[in-house]
């Protein structure tokens, strides 16, 4: 195989060897998202899931490989000539191959139209191992097993119901008011990281007729926006590749921090960092979506109709602010991994969630309390980390 290596072979070993098999999924995850795009929450599910079966899967690999302790093939046969660096572990089984089986294994469970080209994806990549003169056959094979194997935990692990909410909605002052309401049924998500939804519920909003909800609503509609004030709330709303926040810029800042670091090339590191930031993200969404159906607090303009919005008012209650809670969970536990960025990364987490207010959408009460739940849910991941000796 290693004589079958042309020009474009060389080239698409070169592709899968960049940086770690986590970059790469996450790049074709972030494709198809983009061509696809799902709900803010959906989007952090998949982007969880696929990265924590990368983990786990990596983690397995692992354990396998200084079980069995085969030698790389250039070890066996000095003249045999590698085309990439050979990687410092154990052969059996490959890490890519393992990486690849349980992304595309998720992804394909995500985006079931996207079967066919994810999976001839996954195949290329643990091919390319081989091609490359790093793996036997058997060890492409054996990891992409595994990777699937893994997956295949990872999704009956974060099943959710298709059934119709049929709860009802409080009624009274302060209540939100509208049919259908999005993501109301995403409290029943499991967790990763978090012992339950509920672990971080903040109190309650301040009460509708009470002076500090009053003023808070004069604050809202008394905000002179400035132009930049216009163009950072639309930003943050639409300008991740027409997604609302950070979640695929998480995705860039990791593989470039680590690229700096110069362990872009450590698969399992690289794995557990993407699985981590993202569990935040996901577990954030959870858990704002929990306090947000618990207590049904009314948006500003339900307040009073005279309220303008940049952009369209979300169809689900005001309290707490996903945005804040999304900011602030993946930046404490980026700041964790990367903590000579934490400055700038705490300014994200800031703007994001101060976006919310200059857009007219929500009371600063909100944001305070979104804040809050994610700086919990960042530190619990970090606690979740700190158990691991790798990191």
Not at 140 to 151: H, I, P
Not at 166 to 184: D, L
Request: charged content about 20%.
């Amino acid at each position: 195989m290693a004589n079958q290596r042309d020009p474009a072979t060389l080239e698409r070993i070169r592709y899968w060897d960049f940086w770690s098999p986590s970059y790469r999924w996450n790049e074709m995850l972030t494709d198809i998202s983009v061509a696809n795009p799902l709900g803010t929450g959906q989007a952090s599910r998949a982007y969880a899931m696929m990265h924590v079966a990368i983990d786990d899967a990596l983690t397995a690999a692992w354990d396998a490989k200084y079980t069995v302790n085969r030698k790389r093939p250039s070890e066996i046969d000095n003249t045999l000539a590698a085309a990439v660096a050979v990687p410092a572990s154990p052969s059996y089984p490959c890490e890519d191959s393992v990486a690849a089986g349980a992304a595309a294994a998720i992804i394909t469970h995500i985006y079931p139209k996207e079967a066919q080209r994810v999976m001839a994806a996954a195949e290329e990549a643990s091919r390319s191992r081989v091609l490359a003169g790093v793996a036997f056959p058997s060890d492409a094979q054996a990891g992409l097993d595994l990777g699937r194997k893994v997956a295949e935990r990872v999704i009956a692990y974060a099943k959710i119901s298709d059934t119709k909410w049929s709860g009802s909605m409080p009624f009274g002052p302060g209540y939100w008011k509208g049919e259908n309401p999005g993501g109301v049924n995403d409290v029943e998500w499991k967790t990763f990281a978090l012992t339950s939804p509920s672990q971080f519920r903040p109190g309650p909003p301040p009460a509708p007729d009470s002076p500090k909800r009053l003023a808070e609503l004069e604050e809202v509609k008394t905000l002179k926006r400035t132009p930049l004030m216009i163009s950072k709330a639309n930003y943050w709303q639409y300008g991740q590749q027409g997604q609302p926040g950070l979640i695929f810029r998480l995705g860039e800042e990791v593989g470039l921090r680590l690229s700096e670091a110069g362990v872009e090339n450590n698969a399992r590191r690289a794995a557990r960092a993407y699985a981590l930031v993202y569990v935040a993200h996901y577990d954030g969404w959870v858990a704002s979506q929990d306090a947000k159906f618990h207590y049904w607090a009314a948006r500003p303009n339900q307040f009073d109709p005279t309220v303008t919005t940049v952009f369209p008012t979300p169809n689900f209650p005001t309290y707490p602010s996903n945005a804040a809670t999304l900011g602030m969970g993946p930046v404490v536990v980026l700041s964790y991994l990367f903590p000579r960025e934490a400055a700038r990364y705490a300014g994200w987490a800031r703007e994001w969630g101060e976006s919310r207010f200059w857009a007219g959408i929500h009371f600063r009460s909100d944001i305070d309390a979104g804040w809050e739940i994610g700086q919990h849910v960042g530190e619990a991941v970090v606690a979740r980390a700190r158990r691991d000796p790798d990191l």
